[in-house]
Structure formats: structure tokens, C-alpha cells
């Protein structure tokens, strides 16, 4: 998977709801009804080395009430890098050189480990100096608890909490509310589609975990359960429906033997071969059953 590419993607598209989200101080400075624009990430060739340098992303916004401008420089890093800090400064000043404009950096940590606490800072000192002292703002995913982001409105938020910290046993859980999330702000086709594949391509879930996934699922409100199934891929929507299929029934033939005693093969295998849906008409019609009769004589209507 190409993490970056799915970042820069992610940030870019979604880059207000990003700063919304993170940076509210910063929002508020930016003037939103004037242009943002994407800048040159090509930022300098290193002769030596034979090689491009290029940025992830940076954004020239307004001065909100000003005629002055600045940039926002954000720096996916999908995986630990001792030189990152020196790194960013050095973006840092190639940027201030190009553009001559202030700077906010930002550093988003995607990786799942280590989990130690990323430097945010580069610095040069003498013990009668401070020649240097550069600081940059860090997101580190693996730090944010995800239910700490559940009700926010904010696609960003909803995408992210993919790779934020989360429980092995709650990934089923996560994936659902961010599909729930997703289906309740009802974006643009592109938008859904970019989020959605970002989640898509962070949570998928093991034969056990889409299980589990099921139950969760048959707890929401009919009509978050229809939006939420329409953003799942076919695989999911089969994978959901087998896993509330197989819960239902086990509910169903609880109930039944509780009335009738052990059924017979043949009727657990028609009860086998029904779908949810039937399932669930049964669940309803059997309070009204008096005898196994009765339960026969439904299977075959049915």
C-alpha cells in the first residue's frame, strides 16, 4: 500500500476539515473565502545524491482580515525515522528560502509502533549559545484514543480513527462507527468514496472480527443501517449478512427447541437454507405457533 499517497490524498482533498480538526487556532486565522492553493512540492535537488526532495503537502492560505499570507507544511511519516526532526527543519528552510513567507509545520505520525513519543523538536546549542531552537507541531496517531473522535462531524476524523489507538478486540467496532459516521454526514460521492477507501484500506476485518462486526451492526436503528450498508463493498454487505443470518438463527432455534424440544434434520435444514430476512419473519411468526405442525406448515409457505 502506498501509505503516502493515501495520506496526501486524505489531507489534501479534506485539508480544512484537517485544520478544523487538529489546529483550531490556526482555522480561525484562515480567511476561507479567498483561494487556497497548492504549492510546488518540489522544494530543491540534491546534486550530490542525484535526487528530487519533495514535500508531502503545503498550502498557501490568507490571512484572515489581512492582506498577508502563509504557508501550512504537513509531513506524512508512515514509518520511524531517527533524522525526522532534522528533516522537517530542513523543509523547513528550503520553504522559508522559496517562498519567504511564515511557516506552520505539521508532522503526522501514521505508524501502528513503536509507540514512544515522537521529538518535535531540532536545535544547535552551545553551552553560552542557542543557535537554533525549531519546533514543529506532531500528530501521532498511535497516542489518540479513537472513541475520544466518535460523534465529531468531520470527515477527517471519521477516516482517521482507522490508524488511531485501537484494541485488537475493538477494530470490529471502529469500523462501524466510522462507516456510521460517514453514512450521517452524507458527503459528496468523491468525498465518501476517498474516506470510505481510506477506512476500507486500514480496518479490514478477519472472518471473526466481520462476526462480531454483525452483531454490532444488527444494534443500529433501521435507518442507520441502511445507510451504512450502502457504503460497504459487496464483499462486506455478503460477509454481514451470512454473520446477522447466523445470529438470528441460532436466536430461532434456541426459541424453537425451548417450545417443541430437539427438531428433526430435515426441518434444521430448511431453517438452514433461509435468509435474514426470513429468519427474522420467523423469529415473529413462531410466538404464534402451538405445535411443531404449525412450524411445517410455515417452512413450506415459505
Known amino acids: 500500500m502506498d501509505h503516502d499517497a493515501l495520506f496526501k490524498e486524505l489531507i489534501g482533498t479534506l485539508f480544512l476539515d484537517f485544520i478544523d480538526l487538529f489546529f483550531p487556532n490556526i482555522s480561525a486565522q484562515i480567511d476561507r473565502s479567498s483561494e487556497i492553493i497548492r504549492m510546488n512540492q518540489e522544494i530543491f535537488t540534491d546534486i550530490t545524491q542525484r535526487k528530487k526532495h519533495i514535500v508531502d503537502l503545503v498550502m498557501r492560505v490568507k490571512v484572515k482580515d489581512q492582506e498577508t499570507f502563509f504557508l501550512i507544511h504537513i509531513e506524512n511519516q508512515a514509518k520511524r525515522d531517527p533524522d525526522f526532526?532534522?528533516?522537517?527543519?530542513?523543509?523547513?528552510?528550503?520553504?522559508?528560502?522559496?517562498?519567504?513567507?511564515?511557516?506552520?509545520?505539521?508532522?503526522?505520525?501514521?505508524?501502528?509502533?513503536?509507540?514512544?513519543?515522537?521529538?518535535?523538536?531540532?536545535?544547535?546549542?552551545?553551552?553560552?549559545?542557542?543557535?537554533?531552537?525549531?519546533?514543529?507541531?506532531?500528530?501521532?496517531?498511535?497516542?489518540?484514543?479513537?472513541?475520544?473522535?466518535?460523534?465529531?462531524?468531520?470527515?477527517?476524523?471519521?477516516?482517521?480513527?482507522?490508524?488511531?489507538?485501537?484494541?485488537?478486540?475493538?477494530?470490529?467496532?471502529?469500523?462501524?462507527?466510522?462507516?456510521?459516521?460517514?453514512?450521517?454526514?452524507?458527503?459528496?460521492?468523491?468525498?465518501?468514496?476517498?474516506?470510505?477507501?481510506?477506512?476500507?484500506?486500514?480496518?479490514?476485518?478477519?472472518?471473526?472480527?466481520?462476526?462480531?462486526?454483525?452483531?454490532?451492526?444488527?444494534?443500529?436503528?433501521?435507518?442507520?443501517?441502511?445507510?451504512?450498508?450502502?457504503?460497504?463493498?459487496?464483499?462486506?454487505?455478503?460477509?454481514?449478512?451470512?454473520?446477522?443470518?447466523?445470529?438470528?438463527?441460532?436466536?430461532?432455534?434456541?426459541?424453537?427447541?425451548?417450545?417443541?424440544?430437539e427438531l428433526p434434520s430435515p426441518v434444521l435444514s430448511q431453517i438452514d437454507r433461509l435468509n435474514v430476512d426470513q429468519l427474522g419473519d420467523l423469529s415473529e411468526a413462531l410466538l404464534d405457533f402451538n405445535s411443531a405442525s404449525d412450524l411445517d406448515q410455515w417452512l413450506a409457505a415459505h
Request: charged fraction near 30%; glycine fraction near 4%.
Open 85 to 261: 526532526s532534522w528533516r522537517m527543519f530542513n523543509y523547513y528552510s528550503r520553504l522559508l528560502q522559496e517562498y519567504r513567507l511564515p511557516i506552520y509545520p505539521i508532522a503526522v505520525f501514521s505508524y501502528d509502533q513503536p509507540f514512544d513519543r515522537e521529538a518535535t523538536k531540532f536545535g544547535v546549542a552551545f553551552p553560552d549559545l542557542n543557535a537554533l531552537r525549531f519546533e514543529f507541531k506532531a500528530i501521532q496517531l498511535n497516542h489518540l484514543p479513537w472513541r475520544r473522535f466518535i460523534n465529531k462531524d468531520n470527515p477527517v476524523a471519521c477516516a482517521l480513527m482507522a490508524k488511531m489507538r485501537i484494541a485488537e478486540k475493538d477494530r470490529p467496532r471502529v469500523k462501524l462507527e466510522c462507516l456510521r459516521m460517514l453514512a450521517k454526514m452524507q458527503l459528496d460521492p468523491a468525498r465518501t468514496t476517498l474516506v470510505g477507501t481510506f477506512i476500507e484500506s486500514y480496518l479490514r476485518l478477519s472472518p471473526d472480527e466481520t462476526a462480531r462486526f454483525s452483531r454490532d451492526f444488527a444494534r443500529l436503528e433501521e435507518s442507520e443501517k441502511e445507510a451504512t450498508m450502502e457504503l460497504m463493498t459487496s464483499w462486506e454487505r455478503k460477509g454481514l449478512e451470512q454473520g446477522l443470518a447466523a445470529g438470528t438463527e441460532r436466536i430461532v432455534l434456541r426459541l424453537l427447541r425451548h417450545r417443541f424440544g
